[in-house]
Structure formats: C-alpha cells, structure tokens
C-alpha cells in the first residue's frame, strides 16, 4: 500500500481539519442569528486593525506558546499532560514569590530570576502526577486533571492568607517593585521610533517565548533526550528495550512540560498584571491543547497555531464588545478545534488516504 | 454539633450526591464498556443548560428533562463517532466535548435568553417538587427517627429516588444480565466478545446512550435544583464523579458510597468555612480540594488499588 506523501499528512490534514472547525463555528454564529463574514471582519480589525490590538493578540499569543509547547513536550513522550492550567497557576506563585521578596535594581535581573522562580514551581507541580504515573502506575490524565483543582485550591489559599495586602478589598498580591517591571513593546520599540500602543500588554516575555519554542526544537530533534523522549513516546517497548529508561523519561518530560507552562507567568503575572491575581491563567494551560494539536506538536506550528488563538481571544473580546456575540465563542472554536484535529482525525485521515491511493493507481496504469 | 444539625448536613449530603450519583453511574456504564469518559462535565452542563432553557421556555420541567436528555446524548454519540466510529483518541474527545459544552452553552444562552449567559428562573412546574414521603408530617414529632425520616429520607425530588433506585438497577444489570456481561466483557477484551459474534460496536454504543441518558437526569436535576441554569453549573461535578468512579472502583454499590462520601465533604465545606480541630485549622480550601486529593492518593495505590477496566481507552480494530 503506498502511503499519503508527507505534506499531505503535515499540512492538508490538519488545515481540512481547521477548515471543518471553522466552518461549524460560522453555523453557531450563524444559528444565533449574527453574520459569520460580519464577525470574522469585527475579529481581525480588532486584533490586528492597529497596534492596541495587536499588542492584546500577542500578549495572548505569548501565553499560547508557552502552554502550547508544555502540552507538546508531554505529548512527544506520549503523555498527555492536562495541567499545564494547574503548573501555570503555581508558576504564577512561583514568579510572585521572587517578584515580591527580592529587591530587583533591573529587569535584566528580575527576569531570569523570575523565570527560574516559574519554572521551578511549575516543574515541581507536574513532578507529582510524573512520579505517580512512571513509579505507580495512576494514570497522568486523571491525576493532572485532579492537580488543576488542587492548585486553584492551593493558589486560592495562599493568595487569601498569605499573599493578600491587609485590608485590600480584592484578592490579590501587592504590586511588583519597580525593578521587576518588564519593558513592553511600547517601551521596546520606541528608541527605534516605531510608536506601538502604551495600554497593550505584550512585553519582553514575547521573545522569551520565541526563544523557548527555537530551545524545544533543539532539545526534541537534535539532542540524545529529545530522541529518548520521542523514542518512548513512539513505542514504550521497544525504547525499554534499547535501553531507555521509562521512568527518568516520564519525569523528565513532564518536568520540562510543567516548566514551559510554569514560565507563562511572566507574561500573565509579572509582564502585564504586575502582581498576583486570582485565576490569572485564564484558560491559557486549556488552549495549550488546541494549541498542541493544531501545530502537530512541532514549534513552528504551535507558534502559527498561538498566534491564531491569540487572534481568536482578542478577536473575541471584540466580537463581544461590538456584536454582541460572547467571547465564549472562542472556547466553541477551540473545542472544535480540538475534536477535528485530534479526535476526529481518522475522519478526515482515511478518505483523504484513499483518494491519494486511486490517484497513484491511475497514475500507474497510464 | 447536636442531632439535629447532622441530620441536615446528611440531608444536604445526599442533595449534592445526587448529581454525582447519577453521573458516576453514567461513567461507570461507558467505562465498563472501554470507553474512557471525561466528558461527563460536558454532558452534565450541557443537559443542565438544554432542560433548564426548555423549561423556562415551556413551564415544563418533564419537557425540560426530555431536552436535557437529548442534548446529553446528542453529546455522548459525538464520542461516540469519534472514539468508536473514527477510533479516535477518547481523551482527546472528551476534553473537546467539555470545552464545546462550556462554550455552547453561553453563546447560545445568551443569544436566546440575553441574560448573560443564564436562563430566566424556574418556578412552578418548572422545577421538580420534592416529595413528602407518606406519614413524615406525623413521623416528624417521633423523637429520634422522626426528623431523620422527615428531613433525610423524605421531601427530596424525584429525581433523587430515582438516582437511589439506579444503583441495585446498575448492578443487576450489569452482572445478571446477559447484556451486561456482555458490557463488561467489550470493556476487558473486545477481541474476545467480537470472536464471539457480538458486535463490539453496537455494545459501545449502548453503553454510551445509557451514559447519555444518566447524565442528561443528572444535568436536570442541577437545573431543577438552582431554578434555572447558571454559566458553568456544573463546577467541575463531572470530574468529582470522575473521581468517585476511580473511588468505587468501578463498581455501582461503591459508586454510590463514594458520591455520598464526595457529597457529604461538599456539604461540610458549603456549611463550615474554616473547621478548627484542636490548634489545627482546616480552610475551606483543603475540604474543596479533598475529593480530588483523596483520588490522587487511591490511584497512587496507596490505599487500595483501582484497577480499570483493561480495554478501556483503547479503540477497537478489528482485524482483517
């Protein structure tokens, strides 16, 4: 049987697969009654019309490619890692911590510092569920489902009692020092007088992100680990059987996995709320799903597929604020998203396969 | 604590187990028969929106729990032709479906009713009336006994008996009956029950429309029990009974044990903010996240071990 070229495989299927999400997102616009070309039009002007907007998009974006890549890095090794939602809530606490107990002079310091803190907590969070499934067996989506509870019950708790200003009305940290301030594109780009707009909240963390999704390739394709991991993601015998050891892998990739998503909150929380708020991930470890799923998992597709939902949740705002369509009409994209390109897949996969196949028949036989 | 302040807490116990129940036994059904479920929050808010809309709509809570039915089921075949038909990833599934819940429910909330997200209230015959079992006006002046029939046993909906009365129905149905054998046999190893003749497919199915059916009852009742929907109703409850199923080992009489035991945690949190044990002080926090980290510990196998259904997870290909 001769197989489906590659580019069929990586690009056609999974831009079928958007297509037919998109097209069911049009009929739900359309079903309650709103104009699908009207909204798509409100959606791209209000996340890339100008630079407000767009500086929303890649402030989302950012969030995107961090869980994304969290989510991927699992993916590869075969687990399939749901708390990255959980990891960035403690990578949250994580960044807080080193934000509000060290006396940052600059942000070329408090950066590392910060992103150290992220990653740490977010690593160690994803350490259990990695421990429980490689050493007993429980199951990581089960237990990393569990772990997302446990840290917004964790997070809510010590944002409460601990971190809370004595007497403030909202459940939130003190705001970060001035030394912990991360230079925003505004701040970024104006000694190249490029004007960007001062409210938009994408920073610095942006090209951190860019940076994070160049080290995965490098770590997944051109390293001896990024071989173990893919090798026992491919096949958990055979790798044991060339040696591999199944437990350091696991723990290994979701460590890595729990950093990634851990290191988004210098974008959420020191990069643009500037101080601990509650439920600061928003979703974004959820996203990180689609994400992975749209990009196959590698980094320049998560980048692409980042930058869509960074389109789709900013767009989103904008559709609610001038269409009145809810912006939880993002998570019915997202959700359609996911059904198409991951669950569905074989829906799309098989018709398409057998049309290559009668077409290098035919080609035969002329 | 006097008798009477238990009473109500088991009594509020049982209330929130009700859901739970239902959804567990949902769960449980479609896990026995290999198909991992963690769409269960999708299906119970969806049927929880869909009965609570048509109810409002219609003043008819029966028309309400017909919609709420088959909205959840309409969900439970989409995993179905994605975890059965296509053999896709049940995981990946059921995530989609949770999510597609959580929004659909807003947008098209919104769209109809313009109330942010939530249905107009239910009252009258939009809800469920709870039923006063007989005598338990009289049984109530009956010292001891008396307020335990009155208040525990009697005045809950009928949706609450009927989650009761799902769980001996469960289990003979389940190990009595040739369909259930069956069921339990697709979720082992289907290869055996496919060499038998039987169709692996149409089995899965079955058990999912049951799944379907008992969460659409369970999404009802969190409808008929807040007089309305409200945008994310279902608060993580499809996972709790996620949680339950893990507990109970997948079985209908654990099942039934581990909701309350969920339910009864949930209602000393809804009741205590804080409880103080001596020095130690137990934040409300700690009695929302127990359900999941008592589950963490049961399938870290440290107090007994749950084993699920082998085949479960794992699409069926038949071989050629």
Not at chain 1, 190 to 205: C, D, E, L, Q, Y
Not at chain 2, 44 to 54: E, I, K, N, P, Q
Not at chain 2, 119 to 125: A, E
Not at chain 2, 207 to 212: D, S, W
């Amino acid at each position: 049987m001769t197989k489906m070229p590659k580019w069929a495989d990586a690009v056609l299927i999974p831009l079928i697969s958007i297509l037919l999400a998109f097209f069911f997102s049009g009929l739900v616009i359309w079903a309650i009654g709103k104009d699908p070309f009207m909204a798509i039009r409100t959606m791209v002007q209000g996340a890339f019309g100008n630079t407000n907007g767009l500086g929303y998009t890649l402030y989302y974006t950012t969030n995107f490619i961090f869980t994304g890549l969290s989510v991927a890095v699992a993916y590869h090794a075969g687990l399939f890692n749901i708390g990255s939602e959980g990891q960035a809530m403690l990578g949250g606490l994580g960044v807080a911590l080193v934000c509000l107990n060290v006396p940052w002079p600059h942000w070329t310091l408090a950066l590392p510092g910060a992103m150290i803190g992220g990653a740490l907590f977010g690593a160690a969070w994803a350490f259990i569920p990695a421990w429980l499934q490689a050493k007993r067996g429980s199951h990581i989506v089960i237990t990393t489902i569990m772990f997302n509870f446990i840290a917004s019950a964790l997070v809510g708790y010590i944002l409460l009692n601990h971190l809370k200003v004595p007497g403030a009305m909202a459940t939130e940290s003190a705001r970060f020092g001035a030394g912990a301030h991360l230079p925003t594109f505004h701040e970024m780009l104006a000694p190249f007088g490029i004007g960007f707009n001062r409210n938009a909240p994408a920073n610095i963390s942006f090209v951190v992100a860019i940076l994070a999704a160049i080290a995965f390739y490098v770590l997944i394709w051109r390293t001896r680990l990024g071989y173990e991991i893919r090798a026992y993601g491919q096949s958990e015998t055979a790798a044991k059987y060339a040696g591999i050891n199944p437990v350091r892998i696991v723990i290994i990739a979701m460590l890595i996995s729990g950093a990634l998503a851990g290191l988004m909150a210098i974008n959420n929380v020191m990069g643009e709320a500037e101080r601990l708020i509650d439920n600061a991930v928003e979703g974004a470890g959820f996203i990180g799903i689609a994400v992975a799923l749209m990009g196959r998992n590698h980094p320049v597709g998560i980048v692409l597929a980042a930058l869509l939902f960074g389109f789709l949740y900013q767009g989103g705002a904008e559709l609610a604020f001038w269409e009145s369509i809810p912006r939880e009409l993002v998570v019915v994209i997202q959700a359609l998203v996911i059904l198409f390109t991951g669950a569905l897949d074989n829906m799309v996969r098989i018709p398409l396969e057998k049309l290559f196949l009668a077409l290098s028949r035919r080609r035969k036989d002329a | 604590m006097d008798y009477l302040t238990v009473i109500q807490i088991l009594d509020s116990s049982l209330r929130l187990a009700t859901p739970l129940l239902l959804t567990c036994l949902a769960g449980l059904f479609s896990e026995r028969a290999g198909i991992v479920d963690i769409g269960l929050e999708g299906k119970l808010l969806a049927a929880a929106f869909l009965s609570g809309a048509v109810a409002a709509v219609t003043g008819s809570i029966w028309l309400g729990l017909l919609a709420g039915v088959a909205g959840s089921l309409a969900f439970s075949m989409l995993h179905g032709l994605a975890s059965i038909t296509f053999n896709g990833d049940q995981l990946i599934s059921g995530v989609a479906l949770n999510f597609l819940a959580a929004g659909l429910t807003i947008v098209v909330g919104q769209s109809w009713f313009a109330l942010g997200g939530r249905t107009p209230s239910l009252f009258g015959g939009g809800r469920f009336e709870s039923w006063n079992l007989p005598f338990s006006d009289a049984m109530a002046r009956v010292p001891v006994i008396g307020p335990a029939y009155d208040e525990l046993i009697s005045g809950h909906t009928a949706l609450t008996y009927v989650a009761l009365a799902a769980v001996p129905l469960s289990w003979w149905v389940l190990y009595r009956t040739r369909f259930g054998l069956r069921l339990r046999a697709v979720g082992e190893n289907p290869g055996a029950v496919d060499t038998a003749g039987v169709s692996v497919v149409r089995l899965r199915y079955a058990a999912l429309v049951i799944a379907g059916v008992l969460c659409g009852l369970a999404g009802t009742y969190l409808a008929s029990l807040a007089a309305g929907f409200v945008k994310d109703m279902s608060a993580g409850r499809g996972y709790i009974a996620l949680a339950a199923l893990i507990f109970a080992k997948w079985r209908p009489w654990y099942a039934l044990w581990a909701t309350l035991l969920f339910g009864l945690l949930e209602a000393i949190g809804n009741r205590y903010q804080s409880i103080a044990l001596g020095d130690i002080v137990i934040p409300v926090q700690f009695m929302q996240a127990l359900p999941y980290i008592l589950t963490v510990i049961i399938l870290a196998g440290f107090v007994g071990k749950a084993i699920p259904p082998r085949a479960g997870g794992k699409p069926y290909v038949k071989e050629r």
